[in-house]
């Protein structure tokens, strides 16, 4: 019973909307509720029809700024910055519409592509790929369908513990058990998923060429460079500077300003 209520507590209480940051966005245009947010972007999607990228890429980041960064929002501002040849702003809108859309396939080619046609040719890093097969709720489903996952087993705990009590039955114990330890990795699942996305752990580099120093001075030895579209995890943040690190283990600092952190 403990268990069960201080799982109750932890999702009552866990915050699930984070709005993310742009740092070159539109502040020109204003959507101030939904009926707006709408009409945005269905003007965004007519610019980036007619080839106005830098109008839909202006409007797509708007709705973002203000909220309303869906899967579908992220995914066009993904493909509005790919047309301007920016592969690394490409390739974070993409990782961003990767958190609501984990299954999309035009989604996983389109970010192959941009990694295939990136300088830095970075080898993904395969050595944990066999735990997406195991825990599959993790990693292909969005926030939004581990809470109902999470919603429907967590109820029908209280409807097995109900028939228990009322009906005497013992096997109703044991499923109610089964079904709160599922609700309980589920919902541990989804506070990772949510402390991943609420904090950055990538990056992808957003300027033709980017240094890699030994430390966060502009003094420091420089290690390697990362190109336009490159990818990175992000072990550390100092300030304006970011320690990243590679699949093949090389590892140094770089300047916020030139990668986009998500």
């Known amino acids: 019973m403990r268990v069960l209520l201080f799982i109750t507590v932890c999702f009552i209480t866990l915050p699930w909307v984070s709005i993310p940051a742009f740092s070159q966005a539109s502040a020109e245009v204003v959507v101030p509720n939904a009926d707006r947010a709408a009409e945005v972007f269905i003007q965004a999607n007519q610019a980036y029809r007619r080839a106005d990228y830098e109008e839909a890429r202006n409007l797509y980041r708007a709705l973002v700024l203000s909220g309303y960064g869906r899967g579908e929002v992220w995914y066009n501002l993904g493909n509005t910055e790919f047309r301007l040849e920016q592969l690394g702003q490409s390739l974070a809108a993409y990782r961003h519409a990767e958190r609501s859309l984990p299954r999309d396939a035009n989604l996983k080619y389109n970010i192959a592509l941009i990694k295939e046609l990136g300088t830095d040719q970075i080898e993904e890093d395969t050595r944990y790929s066999f ?32 028939i ?24 541990a ?48 943040i100092q300030d304006e500077w970011a320690l990243i690190s590679l699949p093949d283990g090389n590892r140094g600092w770089i300047r916020r300003d030139v990668v986009e952190l998500y």
């Open 131 to 162: 735990l997406r097969n195991i825990l599959f709720w993790h990693y292909r489903l969005n926030l939004r369908e581990g809470f109902r996952l999470f919603t429907v087993a967590y109820i029908a705990v209280w409807v097995f513990l109900s």
């Open 164 to 187: 228990r009590w009322f009906g005497r039955l013992r096997w109703a114990t044991t499923c109610a058990v089964i079904l709160l330890l599922a609700a309980a990795v589920v919902g």
């Open 189 to 236: 699942s989804l506070v990772l998923n949510h402390r991943a996305q609420s904090y950055p752990h990538r990056a992808a580099v957003i300027v033709p060429e980017a240094p890699v120093l030994s430390g966060y001075l502009e003094s420091s030895q420089q290690l390697f460079s990362l190109h336009d579209g490159a990818e990175a995890s992000v072990e550390e």
